[in-house]
């Protein structure tokens, strides 16, 4: 058996990512750094202003999060840079209307009042002043108006002509972006692009003509930073990007269902009759059924993605979006009936029983198989290396900082609505003008939500702790007792939350034809501005694509664990997961989403920037108040399932690089990143995790393309024997 030391596996990681980074990384351009920002070009005869954001004052557990994560920034650009690297896009040109009036003085006399910026003179609204005072700007701040300053001051620090200053921004108008778009009759426009998805107005008034355009930039009103050989005001960016990892997962499920001859379509009812039990030999070498290891996987898959990511798909892109999402779940059954009947075939059953098996064995004894043995270990050492990270991360730390936020959520939902009344009430003394009440409602406001962090701070200490431990008493069991708790865990909660969704959708039976029609129909007539169908495709795509993990790699893990001597069998099994995680649950969630119109609610996605799952249990919260609850438990228990799960992942790519002896060390490991998720905001390090996942996919599918010959051959031939009724049932 091949075991890596740690040096050599790191060594080779490194040398194979950065090579490969780098190769796509070198054509990237380079980002401004994010704080930064730059006002807007001036004329020659004034001069230019800067001003960059005041950090806010941090704590010794923030600065030691943003340190943490100042390390790993790097690698997620790198890594983006290539996962994330277009492979198809569509360009449109646009122009963005930013109106704002800025004020300074200098830093070293703090007793002087803020002047209007004289390039602003000639645009400024007629109830603006020409100066403020330091109360004055803390007022514009009180009423949402401020692109400066932080906290605790209103204005920022900045540079006028050389000079230090202290600035003052004040927003005249919200930012309103106009597409530019050419009608039948060759007619170039500007067409303003909505708040929600992109959507393009209809309403010829609020279209621009290309000479309003340019008074508008004469006025200085418009953001500058155009491409060359065109004006300083018109933008490019890309839409309908598909990015390659997100291709290369969906190619691979595509070229699995033609190969497999539709697999996913005529095995689907013997895949039924395998997971109820009528084959489950208790003598065939395995430690779970083939239900606890189908648990197993849900529980790593079913969680976070369908509760957010539907909802992200559809007011990104639209319903049609959703349509993608279950094509794509469909096609992913392919993928993963191929990879798990390879981790079963190349598994390696020990003498204690326990199974060892999945991409990293596979990789390793196939690629040998077919003559590619240096191949194989490098694929599976790297496969190994990036297992581990992804489940330190998204399988760990994303997993159970969501979970202290719903348990908070759970606890402190009165005062987190509170937040939101006063919320509307600032903002409706802000349309009466009356500034006294104002300020007492935001100072109101400030303390509830200083309470509320306190609350939280000090809350997620214990939760972590008590977290961790009720991980690391299921962990430490190995795989039985993992599937013993999925099997019981993953019913309960998909019932639930689907009993949830049915209840809403029976509550609106009578929409439910015309909200399918517009499934199909904007799938294929889009009305935002994405890249048209193609554009909408690829949200749904991407979704489905990192929600069912179909591709991946990390369900042959759970699978090749499964008692049978057929790996046939435990593949049709397999293929059940991405239709029950992204056909059923998916499309209860989008159901509601529909039903609620949460997906086109301008209150809830625009103005209180709600999204993902806080949107998702929003929807649920106008149906029945109390189903938003019972949400937060549901993600509790999709996150614990997905925790428990990761960690077998984890646990034997760990094996295969370091021996069984060490597999403790990866637990102790495991358990302490629980706490550190709970009580840290490590962004970076979970996107890292992220990418690591989706690295997976690389040597995944080209590893199963190599090997899917075989697994054709056995395909047909357990299917002529199973026709023939040569295997025994056992119920």
Not at 689 to 711: E, R, W
Request: hydrophobic share 45%; glycine share 8%; aromatic share 10%.
């Amino acid at each position: 058996m091949f075991r890596a030391p740690l040096s050599l596996c790191v060594i080779a990681c490194a040398a194979i990512a950065f090579s490969t980074i780098a190769s796509f990384a070198q054509d990237q351009p380079k980002k401004p750094a994010a704080e930064e920002k730059i006002a807007e070009k001036i004329p020659d005869s004034a001069p230019e202003l800067s001003y960059a954001d005041v950090p806010e004052e941090q704590t010794t557990a923030e600065r030691v999060n943003g340190q943490i994560n100042s390390v790993f920034e790097p690698g997620v650009e790198m890594a983006a840079s290539v996962l994330m690297r277009p492979v198809y896009w569509t360009t449109q040109k646009y122009v963005q209307f930013d109106h704002v009036v800025h004020y300074t003085r200098p830093i070293e006399e703090p007793e002087l009042p803020f002047t209007i910026y004289q390039p602003d003179v000639a645009e400024k609204p007629v109830n603006f002043p020409d100066s403020l005072t330091l109360a004055e700007a803390d007022t514009w701040k009180a009423r949402g108006k401020l692109l400066s300053g932080n906290s605790k001051q209103p204005f920022s620090l900045g540079k006028l002509g050389g000079k230090s200053v202290e600035v003052v921004a004040i927003k005249v108008d919200t930012t309103t972006k106009y597409v530019q778009q050419t009608l039948a009759d060759g007619k170039v426009v500007y067409k303003e692009a909505g708040d929600i998805r992109g959507l393009l107005s209809q309403d010829v008034a609020d279209w621009k003509t290309p000479e309003q355009i340019q008074e508008m930039a004469d006025r200085h009103l418009l953001k500058l930073g155009g491409e060359a050989g065109e004006p300083p005001y018109i933008l490019t960016e890309k839409v309908g990007n598909a990015p390659l990892v997100v291709v290369w997962l969906a190619g691979g499920a595509l070229f699995f269902t033609i190969y497999f001859g539709f697999v996913n379509f005529w095995g689907f009812r013997h895949s039924i009759e395998v997971v109820s039990g009528a084959y489950d030999d208790p003598d065939e070498p395995g430690e779970v059924t083939h239900f606890q290891a189908l648990a197993s996987a849900l529980s790593a898959t079913v969680g976070l993605g369908n509760i957010a990511g539907v909802t992200i798909a559809m007011t990104t892109g639209g319903p049609g979006a959703f349509f993608w999402m279950m094509l794509c779940g469909f096609l992913g059954m392919a993928s993963k009936f191929a990879e798990c009947t390879l981790g079963q075939m190349y598994r390696e059953v020990k003498p204690d029983g326990t199974i060892l098996g999945g991409p990293m064995q596979y990789l390793l004894r196939g690629f040998e198989e077919i003559g590619l043995k240096p191949v194989g270990i490098v694929f599976s050492v790297v496969f190994a290396v990036l297992c581990i990270m992804a489940s330190f991360g998204g399988g760990n730390m994303f997993q159970s900082n969501q979970s202290a936020d719903a348990a908070v959520q759970l606890i402190q939902g009165a005062k987190q609505d509170k937040i939101s009344d006063l919320a509307i009430e600032i903002s409706a003394a802000e349309k009466a003008e009356d500034w006294t009440k104002l300020a007492e409602l935001q100072e109101q406001k400030a303390a509830l939500q200083t309470e509320l962090n306190l609350f939280a701070q000090n809350f997620k200490m214990g939760f972590g702790v008590v977290f961790a431990i009720l991980v690391a008493l299921v962990i430490i069991g190995g795989i039985k007792r993992i599937a013993a708790v999925s099997s019981k865990i993953v019913p309960i909660m998909c019932i639930s939350y689907v009993l949830m969704c049915i209840y809403v959708i029976l509550m609106h039976i009578g929409e439910v034809p015309h909200l399918f029609q517009s499934i199909f129909t904007e799938a294929f007539t889009p009305k935002a501005a994405l890249g048209g169908i193609i554009g909408v495709a690829i949200i749904g795509i991407q979704r489905a694509a990192f929600s069912n993990e179909a591709g991946v790699g990390s369900a042959a893990i759970a699978h090749s664990a499964a008692k049978t001597d057929q790996p046939i069998r435990e593949g049709l099994v397999a293929l059940l997961g991405p239709f029950i995680d992204t056909i059923v649950v998916c499309s209860m969630t989008a159901m509601v989403i529909l039903i609620t119109n949460a997906w086109d609610n301008k209150d809830w996605v625009v103005d209180q920037g709600l999204k993902g799952a806080a949107l998702t249990s929003q929807a649920f919260e106008k149906e029945v108040w109390w189903f938003s609850y019972i949400l937060s438990i549901s993600i509790l228990l999709f996150a614990y399932s997905t925790i428990i799960s990761w960690s077998y992942y984890g646990e034997r790519c760990w094996e295969r690089l370091f021996g069984a002896g060490s597999t403790m060390v990866y637990k102790v490991l495991y358990v302490g990143f629980v706490f550190i998720g709970a009580v840290a905001n490590l962004g970076a390090v979970i996107d890292f995790s992220d990418m690591m996942l989706l690295s997976m996919a690389f040597p995944n599918i080209v590893g199963v393309i190599l090997l899917s010959p075989k697994v054709r051959r056995h395909l047909f031939e357990y299917w002529r024997k199973y026709k023939a009724g040569e295997f025994k049932k056992f119920k």
